[in-house]
Every structure is written in C-alpha cells, then in structure tokens.
C-alpha cells in the first residue's frame, strides 16, 4: 500500500497557522481510501479560523485522483476541518463512529444542520473495525468522544493515520496534560488512555493531520 498526503489549505488556532492534510491509502481490494476530507462546513466557522481552503479535488488532481477514483472515507471525527469536504463524495461509503454522529447530532447543531443540508450520509462503526486486509479503524476517544483513528500495515511496517488525537508530532512524543494545544482533549482521561494505546502500538509511521512531520 503506498501512502499519499492531500495539502488542504490552513487553519488558525490562537493566531498559529496549521496545515491541513487528508490522507490517501491505496489499497489493493479497497482502491483509493480517503482518511479525512479537510475544510468545510458553516461560514461562521470559516470564519473564525481564517480558513485558507484547498479542494480536495484539486489536491487529489496533484496524485492523478479524482473524487470518484474514491469509494471509501473514513472521517476521524466530525469537526468542519476533517469531514468538510465529505459533499465532495457522494458515492463513497463514509464511516464514522456512531458516538461521533450522536454526539453531534446532540452537541453541534450548525455542524448538524451543515451535514443534513448537504446530503452527507454515514455508515456508523461501534468501536475497532478490521476494513480489509492489512487496514483497520481504532477507536480512540479523548479528542471527542467518538474520534477513531485508521492504521496501514504493509511489508514496510505500519502507518498510523492519528487524526486529531495528536495534534502536533510534539504533543505524540510528549503527551502529557501541559503540553497540549487548544481543544486537543475534550475528555482528558480518555484521551490520555486513547494515546497510550496508540502509543503501545509502536507504529513505524505516524500521520498527523496538523503537521508535516511524521
């Protein structure tokens, strides 16, 4: 399985520009599988982080990709900068985990009203998923409760696709409570157990969402 990452555009936490990154695995059986859409959602909250937005159609265009090349995405979570650009692929299958679309459809009615506006359907997973061969989802609450993360393993090693559970490459090499960026653990203890799971892991790769190292 090779790996590809989508530039998406910029985002502002507390006057810090981040990157933003979607992922594409290419899987043998599975095809192009999409971790995470980028940018999107109600104006206001465009707004508020000075979204510099990238299409995720153009950015896939960089790879030789087209958003019908894809059939499956997999949002980590169901914040506007990671299942913003889910319109974009009307014929995908899109998991979530079921506690992430309760909790929005109880907790964030713009985003609720966004995603029912636009036509985006899920098909909900409760907990860890094996998709197929060598590509799993991981439940991981913390960032929110119902966030999960993706991992590759090919005859190269393991690839994980850490979402929003880490933030930052610093916040995975350090993850304790004072080190942590803006909105980074919705429910500590969760998170701090969700990461040392992923940590136990030992992946030969690590993916984040908002930094270009890995």
Not at 138 to 145: D, I, L, M, R
Request: proline share 7%; charged share 20%; net charge negative.
């Amino acid at each position: 399985m090779d790996i590809l990452r989508l530039d998406l555009g910029t985002i502002n936490v507390v006057d810090d520009p981040w990157p933003v990154h979607g992922f594409v695995v290419l899987h043998e059986s599975l095809g192009p599988v999409l971790v995470d859409t980028g940018c999107g959602g109600p104006d206001g909250l465009l707004r508020q982080y000075r979204v510099v937005n990238r299409r995720v159609a153009d950015a896939l265009a960089a790879h030789s990709l087209s958003p019908a090349d894809v059939r499956l995405v997999v949002n980590t979570h169901l914040h506007f900068d990671h299942c913003g650009q889910n319109p974009a692929f009307p014929h995908a299958r899109m998991l979530v985990q079921r506690r992430e679309r309760e909790r929005v459809q109880r907790d964030e009615p713009d985003i609720e009203e966004w995603l029912t506006t636009a036509g985006v359907k899920f098909e909900l997973v409760d907990g860890d998923v094996e998709l197929a061969d060598g590509l799993r989802i991981v439940a991981t609450p913390g960032h929110t409760s119902g966030h999960q993360c993706v991992i590759a393993s090919t005859p190269h090693g393991s690839d994980l696709f850490v979402g929003d559970a880490a933030m930052r490459r610093s916040v995975w090499d350090s993850p304790t409570p004072h080190n942590l960026p803006p909105l980074q653990a919705a429910d500590l203890d969760s998170w701090q157990s969700s990461l040392q799971r992923l940590r136990a892991l030992t992946p030969d790769r690590v993916h984040f969402c908002h930094d270009a190292a890995t």
